[in-house]
């Protein structure tokens, strides 16, 4: 942590900060400091690969984008030029403490907003927990981010308010006997999943692949299903029709641990209460559900989580229930409900919908169904759509039909870092939490858990006020103008905001309206904390101190420098040990009993707590209730019926809504727009960055519009022929690229692209223009799904036009 000694030739162990999967690796440096090259650390014991942009690193470290000082703007937001004008790190910090105390003090905290890049796929993974601790005492509740396009759907909707995890448990890849991937190519942008997934199927386990394009793990698969984009949920209902038409569900496990018994009331079409039954007021949450081949009915106390009776719970037929009022009502099982939403999706039925052939369908089920533990993992294919909550959902429930979770093979919990909680929640309070931008109009979505705000509802709150003004921005990366739908509406909320500071690598269309634009080390540049491994489950408890490889060039400094230097200058000093990152790290680390100290001369870490993998987890003990320990949902059970959504008004089981703008949802546009547009990331890429650097660009050198033969012929289109791609809200240009592994009548773009690449030849675009390249003016967010918020960029109608 301290003065770095540079010394001859020497090989640097550490880990990759390009994105939150961690590659661990070796970076050599020269007598000079200068980077040789970036290679993967097999020594490392989750170590063994890395992907094309981690090796590209050293091309990143002095690359003539780079932001390298404290800049202040002196031209009005409206020009093209900034005008920007070098400052020194004390005026360009207390000129943004200033401003966000002057705010702060005259319309209140929440007129101030933070932003953050993706967790993802950016350096901020280990900078996050201290940006929120900032956030927290600052005292506003707005965090901007990308939860919404990048994993609510997957992580809250499906595991979070289904098997009451924080988000969807990795696979155990090693012990699964079949693996499912869904709407997602890990070869592109998680190498070690993938190179995991291979190794299973060489060693016999079976692979279904759900995805558009036959890309990556898709030409291994035993079964791919080609669905059109945005229609996932139709094909997870159908699966679930299989699997509990031909029985292929775990019964035991869905009786035990599940609330499929929980009698559901055909009048209201909520769960059946031990107090409608009885009249007695209850303070904790009393379900109901009847005896197989009985009349009688058990009350379920989920406070203890047991039944009033040792019985066999029925999971079909109706009830006719006597309430304490003296009505009658019909009652059914939350089963009897979810397979009679289910049956609507026949083989054939579900064929027509996704484009999928039924016989694979089919085979699809037959598939999860004879082959045990199975493990899931999905991700962006599953959240950028008008209807992603209920389709993964769906997809999580259909899951939980198979009885795998927590258990060897399946997607299980892994553990925990033992470490301080440092994101100070409880410093913000609830009334500020309730006041969050976007929590009145998605109030268990994404303002709620994780507490994001989404771009489109900043910037309305810019523009018009709505539901109270922002006048100041603080953004760490993210270059939200590429990131969000409608780049227009964007940039004219940035032009019209009071106040903007940007921390960033490189400067960006979005850094461009900044008004003071600071230098971020990149990860080779400063040292870095990890606490937890994403993957493989066994790493999830895993610390490590990663040495700064070379010292930062010009003026740069690492985000969580910015943030602790920030806090001190905004009153927060106590809250931040002084401005001491050092002690810091040592409060976090407490609990785990490991010092920094021992952390530094342990190159590859270490797992704190060190202790066997642990299965099933939800049957183990508690020994304050004497019951099992259940599941963390309110009913301590596995919601198939999700009592979050039924509270609000929502479906509480998984339903199929098309698409917002699909052939089938706006026949009045198909006419015009007769192709569906979907969007893929470039593997060589992460996200809108890298494309400057010659040895990725030279590998997709432009932006693509991907195109099946069929579909090419029809309209006139030539393999690397630029043409127009125009949606109902925007046109822009790409290259055709004709390819026999995308569903006809689909049409896949990439985002991002604004970066030129001098090296070869190859411009920039206008992230402004019809003439560019910028994805995301082709999607606004007028519609979007309305529990998580996301936009359709990976559904809408387009067409296609030969230049």
Aim: some cysteine.
């Amino acid at each position: 942590m301290g003065t770095m000694r540079v010394d001859a030739s020497r090989a640097v162990k550490g880990y990759c900060g390009f994105c939150a999967v961690h590659c661990p690796v070796v970076t050599t440096v020269d007598t000079g400091a200068r980077l040789l090259s970036v290679e993967p650390d097999r020594s490392h014991p989750h170590g063994g690969a890395i992907c094309a942009k981690g090796r590209a690193a050293p091309e990143f470290h002095d690359h003539r984008d780079r932001v390298n000082f404290p800049m202040r703007r002196t031209r009005p937001k409206t020009s093209p030029d900034p005008g920007w004008e070098r400052c020194s790190w004390d005026e360009a910090l207390d000129l943004i403490a200033g401003k966000l105390l002057e705010v702060r003090a005259s319309s209140g905290a929440h007129a101030v907003a933070f932003n953050k890049g993706t967790t993802g796929g950016t350096a901020l993974t280990d900078t996050e927990r201290w940006l929120q601790r900032l956030i927290n005492h600052f005292g506003t509740p707005n965090i901007g981010g990308t939860t919404h396009l990048c994993q609510w759907p997957r992580d809250t909707a499906g595991a979070h308010y289904t098997f009451g995890t924080p988000a969807l448990p990795m696979p155990d890849v090693a012990r699964s006997a079949c693996i499912v991937v869904w709407g997602s190519n890990p070869n592109g942008n998680f190498l070690t999943l993938a190179t995991d997934i291979a190794a299973a199927k060489a060693r016999g386990a079976r692979l279904l692949v759900v995805d558009p394009r036959r890309v990556g793990l898709a030409n291994k698969a035993d079964v791919w299903l080609q669905v059109r984009p945005g229609t996932d949920g139709a094909l997870a209902l159908g699966l679930i029709n299989l699997l509990i038409r031909d029985g292929g569900y775990d019964s035991e496990f869905v009786r035990e641990w599940t609330n499929a018994p929980f009698l559901v009331r055909d009048d209201t079409g909520q769960l059946l209460t031990g107090t409608d039954l009885d009249g007695a007021p209850s303070t904790g949450r009393r379900h109901v559900a009847a005896v197989e081949g009985s009349t009688e009915l058990t009350v379920y106390d989920a406070e203890r989580g047991i039944y009033t009776m040792d019985a066999l719970l029925a999971l079909r037929g109706a009830r006719t229930v006597r309430l304490a009022d003296g009505r009658e009502v019909t009652c059914r099982p939350v089963f009897e409900r979810l397979a009679a939403i289910a049956a609507d999706y026949e083989p054939a039925t579900v064929a027509r919908i996704t484009g999928a052939a039924a016989d694979k369908v089919v085979a699809a089920a037959r598939l999860l169904a004879e082959n045990r533990p199975v493990s899931h993992y999905f991700h962006n294919g599953l959240v950028q759509h008008t209807n992603a909550t209920q389709a993964s959902r769906a997809i999580e429930i259909l899951y939980a039909l198979l009885g795998d979770f927590d258990c060897p093979g399946g997607n299980v919990p892994g553990p925990a870092p033992k470490v301080e909680d440092v994101s100070a929640r409880s410093a913000l309070g609830q009334a500020m939490e309730l006041r969050r931008l976007g929590r009145a109009e998605r109030p268990i979505g994404p303002p709620a858990t994780p507490g994001t705000v989404t771009a489109y509802d900043l910037y309305r709150a810019i523009l018009d006020g709505e539901p109270y003004p922002v006048r100041a921005l603080v953004s760490f990366g993210a270059n939200a103008l590429l990131a969000n739908g409608d780049t227009l509406q964007g940039r004219r909320a940035l032009e019209r905001l009071e106040f903007f500071a940007q921390i960033e690598l490189v400067e960006t269309p979005t850094s461009r309206f900044a008004d003071v634009l600071l230098p971020a080390a990149s990860w080779m540049e400063c040292s870095a904390l990890k606490v937890g491994n994403r993957y493989p489950i066994e790493a999830m408890a895993h610390i490590q101190l990663r040495e700064a490889v070379v010292p930062p060039l010009y003026e740069r400094r690492s985000d969580v420098a910015i943030i602790f230097d920030l806090a001190t200058r905004l009153g927060l000093g106590a809250e931040f040990w002084g401005g001491d990152l050092e002690a810091g790290y040592r409060h976090l680390l407490a609990p785990s009993g490991v010092s920094l100290e021992t952390l530094a001369a342990m190159p590859h870490g270490i797992s704190v707590p060190r202790a066997p993998l642990r299965y099933r987890k939800f049957a183990e003990l508690d020994e304050t209730r004497g019951t099992p320990r259940g599941f963390a949902t309110p009913t301590k059970k596995v919601e198939i019926f999700a009592l979050k959504f039924a509270e609000h008004g929502l479906p509480a089981l998984p339903v199929y809504v098309e698409p917002a703008l699909s052939p089938l949802s706006r026949p009045d546009l198909r006419e015009r727009f007769p192709l569906v547009l979907t969007n893929a990331k470039r593997p060589q890429y992460m996200h809108s960055q890298l494309r400057g650097l010659p040895s990725l660009r030279k590998t997709a050198p432009n932006p693509t519009a991907e195109i099946h033969p069929e579909t090419a012929a029809e309209y006139g289109i030539r393999g690397g022929q630029w043409v127009v791609v125009e949606t109902p809200s925007g046109r822009v240009r790409a290259q055709a690229q004709i390819s026999d592994a995308i569903l006809p009548g689909v049409v896949c773009c990439s985002h991002g692209w604004w970066e030129a690449c001098p090296e070869l030849g190859l411009p920039g675009f206008d992230p402004f223009s019809e003439a560019g390249a910028n994805q995301n003016l082709l999607v606004l967010n007028d519609v979007h799904d309305p529990v998580s918020g996301g936009t359709p960029h990976r559904s809408t109608l387009c067409r296609v036009q030969a230049l």
